[in-house]
């Protein structure tokens, strides 16, 4: 071969060499899949190290939620005091509602009758589940209806302010239970009327009525708006000055209709 | 299989570009990955394997370009240019001629290949290696000298790669 030009010796060199197919080592292959796609292992190590801290980030929220929740309900109490009266004649005019206290007139009781009413207004509270207890027990007019009888038992609680459930005389949890859900439902219908009469009372609410007195559905009115419409509205009946509680309702489950 | 058909073609390019075997593996490597990365990229203008071919290739002048700044390359430029121009080059392996472009010093076996094989224009290679044309041309001339020179003296018997005194 003469002198070779330029063209000749790069094309003598590209077709030797372009054709030239060297066995390729297998671990390239590998290499390359490899890093396409790296490892498993590693991927799944990161995702359960992520998982793992969003849990519990997670669980310390809801904690911490929960707990500051449940630190900062507020709960407001409506106190219903009660007063003692001393004669059916003589009762001293109820005052009005002050703040947030209702009073409750009470005419004298025996104690007998207190107890009988106290725990049929447990077993009441218990047994109505719908918590909201307007409760009243007027029991009044028998002492005052029937005292020239000498009729010694009957205690008389004369709540003024809730009329709208009378009971005549509470002698059983069953029938204060059976009344009270009947005025709740009544109630509910017609919360305004105020006009729950129970078979017995007509005379004695008559009576109430002259004095200070508030339809049930006022109360509940008054309660509810009183305290925070998210909270609980707890009405709570006191039988004596001292305050012992004798029933607390929880007026919560009423809060829509109020 | 896209790889396993054109790996060892691929290969070839590399050991061409690289200055062993092994450069020339991690070459076509991380070309390949390159390729399967952005391989939805590919618009069909021409055909895969010479788009795959132009990843090799600029993988090729990446790593010369990162090899470039890490030691200067001292250029020969004293080349004994052999007067005597004939060789009996079919009698040549392959073989060697790949080892003869791999020993070529680093700018001139970019430029050759580059032109003479690839056929990029001296322009394409001077923007891509950042030099001007004419430093594109002549290492082109220098590479050709050099391997003159080396083919001769394979010729003669003697032991490539080393000048006869």
């Known amino acids: ?258 | 299989m896209l790889y396993h058909r054109l790996a060892s073609n691929m290969y070839s390019v590399c050991l061409r570009y690289a200055t062993s075997d092994f450069e020339a593996e991690d070459m076509l490597q991380s070309g390949f990955v390159k390729v399967f990365q952005s391989i939805n990229q590919f618009r069909g203008e021409g055909s895969l394997e010479g788009w795959i071919r132009r990843i090799i290739v600029n993988t090729a002048i990446e790593i010369y370009r990162r090899n470039a700044r890490k030691h200067q390359t001292v250029s020969i430029d004293h080349v004994f240019d052999q007067e005597q121009q004939t060789f009996d080059m079919e009698r040549l392996e392959v073989g060697d001629l790949m080892k003869l472009i791999q020993q070529l010093p680093d700018g001139y076996r970019m430029v050759f290949n580059m032109y003479a094989i690839e056929g990029y224009s001296h322009k394409e290679i001077a923007d891509a290696l950042d030099i001007t044309e004419g430093a594109s041309k002549s290492q082109l001339s220098r590479a050709r000298a050099w391997l003159k020179n080396k083919l001769f003296m394979i010729e003669r018997g003697d032991n490539y790669g080393t000048y006869a005194g």
């Open chain 1, 1 to 258: 071969m003469e002198r070779m030009q330029d063209k000749q010796f790069d094309q003598f060199f590209k077709d030797k060499v372009g054709r030239f197919e060297p066995p390729v080592p297998g671990h390239i292959w590998e290499n390359i899949q490899q890093q396409l796609d790296p490892g498993p292992t590693v991927v799944l190590h990161k995702k359960r190290r992520n998982v793992w801290w969003i849990q519990v980030a997670a669980a310390v929220v809801l904690v911490v939620g929960a707990t500051m929740f449940y630190i900062n309900r507020p709960t407001e109490v409506v106190y219903l005091t009660a007063k003692k009266v001393q004669e059916a004649g003589e009762r001293r005019q109820n005052e009005d509602i002050v703040s947030t206290k209702l009073k409750i007139a009470e005419t004298r009781e025996n104690a007998v009758n207190n107890k009988e009413n106290s725990l049929a207004v447990e077993q009441v509270s218990q047994v109505s589940e719908v918590n909201v207890i307007p409760r009243q027990i007027a029991q009044k007019h028998h002492v005052d209806t029937k005292k020239t009888f000498d009729v010694p038992m009957s205690g008389s609680e004369a709540v003024e302010i809730m009329h709208p459930v009378m009971v005549d005389e509470i002698k059983t949890a069953d029938l204060v239970a059976t009344a009270i859900e009947k005025a709740i439902s009544v109630q509910n219908e017609m919360p305004r009327q105020a006009s729950f009469v129970d078979s017995v009372s007509n005379e004695p609410m008559k009576r109430v009525k002259n004095k200070k007195e508030f339809a049930a559905g006022d109360i509940l009115e008054y309660v509810a708006s009183s305290v925070n419409p998210r909270n609980e509205k707890i009405v709570s009946f006191a039988s004596d000055e001292e305050g012992t509680i004798k029933v607390a309702v929880n007026f919560k489950a009423l809060k829509i209709k109020l």
